[in-house]
């Protein structure tokens, strides 16, 4: 049996990615889970998604570009179908 260890982006900056990805694309996080639709649970795993994801610098650069809000999310976004989903709700 042979163990990998994955490295983990900084939580700090992944939450502030995954929020900014978030407002772009014209969702609020806080108010999909007031209104149910995004668990605390849920967000806690976009965050950890992103911690994970190896396109940071292309988020990074996409974000810096000024995208305006309600764009659709890039391709390389591990978050882009549930950004997408509630966009539609939320």
Do not use: N
């Not at 049996?1 to 772009?24: K, N």
């Not at 976009?46 to 974000?63: E, G, I, S, Y």
């Amino acid at each position: 049996m042979t163990a990998q260890i994955a490295f983990l982006g900084d939580p700090a900056t992944h939450f502030w990615l995954t929020r900014s990805m978030a407002r772009t694309l014209g969702v609020s996080l806080s108010e999909a889970m007031a209104c149910d639709a995004l668990s605390a649970t849920d967000y806690a795993q976009m965050v950890t998604r992103c911690r994970k994801c190896p396109c940071v610098a292309d988020c990074q650069k996409w974000l810096s570009e000024g995208c305006t809000q309600g764009a659709q999310a890039p391709g390389f976004c591990c978050h882009a179908d549930v950004l997408q989903a509630l966009a539609k709700i939320v």
